[in-house]
DNA sequence: AATGAATGAGGGTTCATTCAT
DNA sequence: TATGAATGAACCCTCATTCAT
């Protein structure tokens, strides 16, 4: 399936596009595995190359960690969803909702689950840099729904950690051939996020302490 | 710290609470680093031992995962609070913070974030069954809430693999030297995820229409 | 002189003449320290290799050892003598003085001195299995004697498992630089043997009441 | 049935005693498994005691290895008969009997068919100058035997390398469990091997060209 | 006399990486 | 572009040996 042997394009595209499909092979070996666990070997035999040709497409293995990296970083970037006709909680569902279908659907580059240590000081810098970019926004349309009376007040570095893990966790459990499909998943886990941020009290519900509950 | 020098009981004890010792210490450079980029000379320097010593607590360092899988799901069902003056919802909240701190606190054994690869089909088999125990608790947390009204109708299922990703994902951002305590992370968390759980409307909230609600 | 750099072949044949030669090192090695005394190190220096070579021609050490037996029992195989011109006796002392010759000689695969527990049960099978085809052919050669009356008739189970060992045994005190020839104890060695088995009474000796001869 | 637990002797005794068991118990390990292919493990295990009490016993598994050559060449040299009433075939054929049966009798110390390169070049010379004692009685045997007529002539050296070799070669292939009893495998390949060097023409026999055949 | 605990040295094996073809 | 061959570094693990008890 994954073989990259017939597409047919120009040179420069074709290659492009060879290094998305590696891309997405060793994110998913990756995930399954870890980094360290992780052979060249496999990611190769799974395109049905050598792992000589591998260095064609990539520096370093710790390079290909880290265009994985780079990759699911502007992956999650295109999930948020900021239509300003729905209020905040809204915009926050459908961002939760289609981040995770974006990490556990077929082309995902996502390699949140790993261990982090595996790549140098710098490229880790970069990566949360660009990390801190998507995380930041969703915290912004936290920050709308505060605004807008639909999110309680909260902390929205807390909450959108918070809802980030539960989605990331995801890649965990969530096996193909499973009861659910991913858009049920999505949907669910999307929607129990977000009501844990709604607004207004739930009745007799501790939480509503902490958070204050109505504004 | 760590070093397993000076304490003084009967022969028997001090072999068993190095082993725990031992257990501990695997599993944080586990947590870390993953299974497969933790070498056994870490855990030992870690120690202050040498790397052979190791082999006389643990057969294997396969086995030295297992045994963290295992110790790690003892102290994962300690933690369920099933006390029944309180309501399922107040019940799950406390087991939830109780995980949290048992995961991220200190002597935590918990190796969940880990590729499962790397245990034998056997000890996969085990691991799975046990913990399996745990989540069986929790989801009759869940199912008494149900019933006594204080949980919406849900998937019991759902709801605690749910919860308990977003719990384990904990591990991924805690820094102990961050500015939250153990204690606030574990409070704040439970009581977002129970929000998102308790029964009752939230105003304005898209996910009521997918759990219903009200009965 | 027993690298292989030089050799100029098409590439399959370089390969398999590398295994060939790798065979042969090992095999010698195992003869002089034992299997277990043997390390791989060992082997990769007389060869001018690095350890990790190695493991691009076989795929373990037990392997290599497996693969030294089972060239070792071809090698055998080709030294039976079955020439119907000749008689019984004769066939049996060519034979065994062709055998010591592809034991001690250059070239030579043989490693029967060894701890046969070094093998795993399956490869223990095979190899004794292909062993007994040998020591069968062999066997046949004395039955042919005893027939054509050449042989004094005996059990060739047993006369065939002391000639052999005997034979094997050369390579226990052969030395290449000692005062025989390989060709001299080759010769040398099988004629004291098949006396030993040659019909007819040996005047004044004990065993000729043990193998009856003929009366 | 090897534990040396129960015996009651005066202290010095027991100790003497007890290495003799340790001895024996050691080269038969030697004998299955080849000298590195023994752990110091196996042997206690064996004896019923730990790996550190050995050390009471032996300096040195090398050492251990070392007091087993000795103990095996005394029990070689007697074996040795050179009873004047005999002729010296018949001696060297009691020789030959009595030596196959101290070797793979029970209570055997021999190691002669391992690899001689685990001694020190010291302990080597040492075991070579006691073993050579032996050599040379038999050597003498031969000699008696071709003086005496009995014998055919030839390099006595030579002679006793090739029944020594097969003679020792039994330890490898002799079961307890197998169809021959020691005493018949000790009967026969002596006999056998003295009919190879028995004096007179065997009629037909190529070796006769060899060894001069008659006097 | 005996042993549990600890260790250094060394061996087998894997793997990312390079290079000539 | 692609790959077979080769290697050094690192890792897991075993084992002979020592020492305090």
Redesign the interface.
């Given at each position: 399936m994954a073989r990259w042997n017939k597409s047919v394009l120009n040179p420069e595209q074709q290659r492009s596009l060879k290094r998305e499909v590696l891309y997405q092979v060793a994110a998913a070996a990756f995930r399954?595995?870890?980094?360290?666990?992780t052979s060249l070997v496999d990611i190769a035999e799974t395109l049905g190359v050598s792992k000589a040709t591998l260095y064609y497409y990539v520096k370093n293995k710790q390079d290909l960690l880290f265009q994985c990296h780079m990759a699911a970083a502007d992956q999650a970037l295109a999930t948020i969803c900021t239509d300003p006709s729905l209020?905040g909680?809204?915009q926050l569902?459908r961002s939760l909702a289609a981040y995770i279908v974006s990490i556990i659907g077929e082309g995902s580059f996502s390699v949140v689950?790993?261990?982090e240590?595996?790549l140098s000081d710098e490229q880790l810098r970069v990566v949360i840099e660009k990390r801190d970019i998507f995380e930041r926004r969703l915290q912004d349309v936290v920050r709308t729904g505060v605004t807008d009376?639909?999110i309680l007040r909260c902390?929205p570095k807390?909450?959108v950690?918070?809802?980030?893990?539960?989605a990331?966790?995801?890649t965990?459990?969530h096996r193909p051939e499973g009861a659910?499909t991913i858009d049920e998943i999505a949907?669910?886990?999307?929607?129990?996020?977000?009501?844990?941020?709604?607004?207004?009290p739930?009745?007799?519900?501790?939480?509503?302490r902490?958070?204050g509950g109505q504004p």
């Open positions: 399954r595995n870890g980094y360290h666990g209020n909680l809204e569902r689950i790993l261990e240590r595996s009376g639909s902390d807390f909450a950690f918070s809802a980030l893990g539960a990331n966790w995801v965990k459990w659910w949907e669910a886990s999307a929607s129990l996020l977000c009501r844990g941020l709604a607004a207004g739930v009745p007799g519900c501790p939480s509503n902490l958070y």
